[in-house]
């Protein structure tokens, strides 16, 4: 069965330093999507991914966030100068469509020390 | 502020029995629905997806969607030790057509055996 993979599966950086977080949609799915849950609390959204551009972000999606998919089948988050605060689960997830079923990763658990 | 909001639970149901999961939601032009299941420090996994008005049945899962009331629910029958984890209620609120999730905090359920 087609899944949404993730790695790593548990990053740790300092303070300040960029981080990268990568993930392989499902091959056919052309929605892409990044999620955070920060421990104990809801997910969030993060941003949105289509035909190449950003189509939605929310207000946590700051300047120091930025997305990207090099090529035919990575799509990776990127963040610029970590703070403590970023710590949290990060979620990759897809979907066929718009409004359609999205499919999560295993997740990324970014801790800031 | 678009919401969803979750009874965070827990809800305690024997073995066997049914369990009832419910959801509000704030945005009237809501139009997608999701149930997705997560155990602790695990990724959502979708459930059930739900579009239009009344029920919808997979297996012992049965989503049901009143949209005059901004209210969706799950139903679990015959729940199981293996049903014990947080479910999540997800609404598509965007007025684009794309997929971005809001979450609930999610209802915690323990079955027990």
């Known amino acids: 069965e087609p899944e949404v993979t993730q790695t790593p599966s548990h990053q740790v950086t300092q303070m300040g330093q960029e981080v990268i977080l990568r993930c392989v949609p499902i091959?056919?799915?052309?929605?892409f999507y990044w999620y955070r849950q920060i421990l104990g609390q809801k997910v969030e959204f993060l941003v949105s991914?289509?035909?190449?551009?950003?189509?939605?972000k929310s207000e946590i999606f700051d300047d120091q966030f930025s997305v990207e998919r090099p090529d035919g089948s990575n799509f990776t988050l990127k963040i610029r100068s970590t703070k403590l605060e970023d710590s949290a689960m990060y979620f990759c997830?897809?979907?066929?469509?718009?409004?359609?079923?999205?499919?999560f990763g295993q997740g990324t658990r970014l801790t800031v020390v | 502020q678009k919401e969803v909001e979750q009874n965070s639970g827990p809800l305690s149901v024997p073995e066997g029995a049914i369990a009832s999961l419910n959801c509000t939601y704030s945005?009237?032009?809501?139009?997608?629905f999701f149930w997705y299941r997560q155990y602790s420090g695990k990724s959502p996994e979708l459930i059930m997806s739900?579009?239009?008005?009344g029920d919808k049945e997979d297996g012992r899962f049965t989503a049901q969607l009143n949209k005059a009331s901004q209210y969706v629910s799950l139903l679990i029958r015959d729940s199981q030790p293996s049903d014990s984890a947080t479910y999540l209620c997800?609404?598509?609120?965007?007025?684009?057509?794309?997929?971005?999730?809001?979450f609930g905090k999610g209802t915690m359920l323990l079955v027990s055996p």
């Open positions: 739900i579009y239009s008005n």
């Open positions: 997800a609404v598509n609120m965007g007025d684009s057509g794309y997929s971005t999730l809001t």
């Open positions: 997830a897809s979907s066929a469509g718009g409004r359609t079923e999205a499919f």
């Open positions: 991914f289509y035909n190449n551009e950003i189509s939605e």
């Open positions: 091959s056919n799915h052309l929605y």
């Open positions: 945005d009237r032009g809501s139009q997608s």
